[in-house]
């Protein structure tokens, strides 16, 4: 097996750990064929024609037009926090395609691996464990301190999936309904898909967004305030590193 294998693919890096050259193989196809269908980059994609107009999402394949409805499933759920809609309009599903794309990569890892993560922009999906024996650890960035990690996500089933979303690195480029509140934020959950989803969902929200989507403890979520204020739920507060910034008293789940 390789020990790390990446490719570039969707504006980002993908890392595998774990994978066979077969099975990291397929998974680049996999990744090639989410971009090729969904990029806005491409004036000869599916979206991008409905961009122009040359193409109606009615008349689009069924694959693509079940990913918009999946896209506006979570906008349903997030109470609009999540949207597959451009303020212009335009319809980007980037918010979804990524992980669709982890998801079904993971199920190609499973196939040929034990143990294996694969890393795309800020999504982390893992099985089994490193070298079989510790749990995939994930850092977490401080995101007024690219070089500092202030929490480190031990990965174990059920919970096998962490998405990072902010502004740190690629600036606003995350739609937002309100006054920007978090800048930062990192969801653990047992999938991929819910974890990234919720991530740009808490960034764009705010603490009552916050409060809402983690009230059923179906995820962790550590958030950076755009104040310097830490936020953390029960599940994710072990996560953060003693010498780094403290959740706040009353944060989401009292820690």
Known sequence: MTDVLTFETMGTVVSLRGATPESAAEVRSVFAGYDHRYTLYDPSSVLSRVAAGTLRLGDTPTAVREVYALALDWRERTGGAFTPHRPDGVVDLSGVVKALAIRDAGAVLDTACTDWMISAGGDVLARGRHRGEEPWAVGVVDPAHRDTVVGVVRLEAPRRAVATSGTAER???IWRRTTPMFVQATVIADDIVTADVLA?????GDQ???RRLTSDGAVDVLAFGADGTVWATPGAAPAVRDDGP???PGAVGTV
């Open 171 to 173: 600036g606003e480029h």
């Open 246 to 248: 403290q959740p706040a």
């Open 208 to 210: 009552d967004d916050l």
């Open 200 to 204: 740009t969902a808490v960034v764009a």
